[in-house]
């Protein structure tokens, strides 16, 4: 059956916080207790990475992430596979696919649409899939009751609006060009970027792409209504990979997993 549609609110005093990780980094057991100890430090949706050898927008942290994983043999289905596993294990938080548009073509759109909707999955996020061109997968999406998650840009002033229109679940809101990875310090101007969109935008805004400290998570949360972080929990998650697929060691690794974030976010 066919899941209920995500729904998003923030406010004030309880800002979103989507923390990034892939699939099958270190192993897919450890991914399912990770997500797990991630919505106990206060996660509020999950984005979970498909690993792929060619990505477009990771920098060298997901990358290696992504190897890792590719690795271990974690495919786009097996990820898939993970979340009602999550779910079992008391996962409550929505979930959100990330993956780049070929994978999702070879698999097939209305077969990966249709078996994320049966497996408890909430949204999708296709990162090189041109807002122009997304019309048929976010009838798919529309249809099975998935959230197509959309993102701007510094650079989508004349197109920020119509993807706002169409914006479901939350609106991604790239902070800077580039790949993802960490950054000691954001462009000035993503400020003013923020309150634009957060002018035409209808549903919540999140931010992401080189969020990695408390400082900039507090500022964040002044301008948009939650932050993504990935590249900076994932080089976490790599620095404990050794323990984490261990599972007598595994306990320690996810506590300083828990830990690192509940750092990030304090207010």
Not at 56 to 75: E, N, V
Not at 99 to 116: D, S, W
Not at 159 to 188: H, Q, W
Request: charge should be negative; proline fraction near 5%; glycine fraction near 8%.
């Amino acid at each position: 059956m066919a899941n209920k549609r995500m729904e998003v609110t923030t406010s004030t005093e309880q800002s979103l916080f989507i923390p990034f990780i892939t699939a099958g980094d270190p192993s897919a057991d450890a991914t399912i207790e990770i997500a797990l100890t991630l919505e106990e430090a206060g996660a509020s949706i999950l984005e979970l990475g498909i690993p792929y050898s060619d990505p477009l927008a990771d920098g060298p942290t997901i990358q290696a992430a992504s190897k890792r994983s590719l690795k271990g043999g974690m495919s786009l289905e097996a990820a898939l596979k993970l979340v009602p596993e999550m779910r079992k294990r008391g996962l409550t938080i929505p979930v959100i696919i990330f993956t780049y548009f070929n994978p999702l073509l070879q698999y097939g759109e209305e077969r990966f649409v249709n078996e994320a909707a049966e497996l408890g999955i909430d949204g999708l996020l296709v990162p090189d899939l041109p807002f122009e061109e997304s019309e048929y997968l976010d009838k798919l999406c529309e249809e099975n009751h998935l959230s197509l998650i959309s993102l701007v840009a510094p650079t989508s002033k004349q197109r920020m609006i119509k993807i706002a229109e169409r914006a479901k679940g939350f609106l991604y809101c790239v902070s800077s060009l580039g790949v993802t990875g960490v950054r000691n310090e954001l462009d000035p101007r993503v400020y003013d970027f923020l309150k634009t969109v957060r002018e035409a935008s209808k549903i919540p805004t999140a931010v992401g792409f080189g969020i990695s400290s408390n400082e900039q998570v507090k500022a964040m949360k002044q301008h948009a209504g939650g932050v993504v972080v990935g590249s900076a929990l994932v080089s976490v998650i790599g620095e404990q990979e050794e323990a984490l697929r261990n599972k007598e060691t595994r306990p320690a690794a996810l506590q300083e997993i828990k830990k690192f974030v509940t750092s990030l976010i304090s207010s």
